[in-house]
C-alpha cells in the first residue's frame, strides 16, 4: 500500500512538472507573480514572468494614485491648475473590488457608477513608476522566467505591466497585473501565520496563472 502510495506521488509529481513546463503558450509573456487580483500582506512584492519565446519584453512596476487639482490664485488675482497626485488607500480592497479594478470599467451597463465593497466609487487612477522598466530577452528558445523580488514596498495598489515587443521594438501585446499590498493584522489568523497563508495562495496562484 506504501510503495502504491509513493509511486502514484512520484508519477502525479512529474505530470505537475511537465504541465508547468508545457502550459499555455497562446501569449509570449505571462504575468505569473504577482497573480491576478492578488492581495499581499508583506513588504515585499515578487514579479514574476513566463516567457514563452524570445521576443524582448519591458517590464515596469506602477504604484497607483489619485490626482487632484486645486485652482491657485495668484497676487495679480490670476489663476492656474496646481496639481498634486497622493497614494491610494488599498487597506480596504477585498478580492472582489479587485476583480473591478482589473476589469478597467468605472460605470455598469446603465451608466451607474461601480462601487466598491465599502461602497465609494472606484476611482481613475494616475500610473507613477514605482520600479524603473526593465527590458528582458528569454536566453533560451524554450521557456523561461524573469524573477525579482522588490523589497521596502509601502501599502497601496500596485500595477505590473509587461510588452512584448518586436524587433523594432513596437509593442506586440501587453499584459496587466494588479496586487494591493496591505499590512499586516493583528488579529489571530487560527493554526497557520499570515506568512504562510501569502505563500500558499502564492503557489496556487502560480500554478493557475502558469495555465491562463
Partial sequence: MSRQF???????????????????????????????NSIVVADSLLISVKLNDQNPV?????????????????????????????????????????????????????????????????????????????SYTNPTAGIGFYTKKLVNVKPGLYKVRVETLDDDRNVLEAEVSYAAVQEKKEEKQGIFTIGQNSALQFLQNLIKNLFK
Fill in 6 to 36: 509513493t509511486k502514484a506521488t512520484r508519477i502525479f509529481a512529474l505530470l505537475l512538472v511537465f504541465m508547468l513546463l508545457a502550459g499555455n503558450t497562446a501569449f509570449a509573456a505571462n504575468i505569473v507573480s504577482p497573480a491576478e
Fill in 58 to 134: 519591458t517590464i515596469t512596476v506602477y504604484k497607483e494614485q489619485l490626482e487632484s487639482r486645486t485652482e491657485v490664485t495668484r497676487t495679480d488675482g490670476t489663476t492656474y491648475t496646481e496639481i498634486s497626485f497622493s497614494d491610494f488607500d488599498a487597506s480596504s480592497l477585498t478580492a472582489d473590488d479587485m476583480a473591478l479594478i482589473s476589469s478597467g470599467n468605472r460605470t455598469d451597463e446603465d451608466g451607474q457608477p461601480l462601487l466598491f465593497s465599502s461602497g465609494d466609487e472606484i476611482p481613475e487612477f494616475h500610473d507613477s513608476v514605482f520600479a524603473s522598466p526593465v
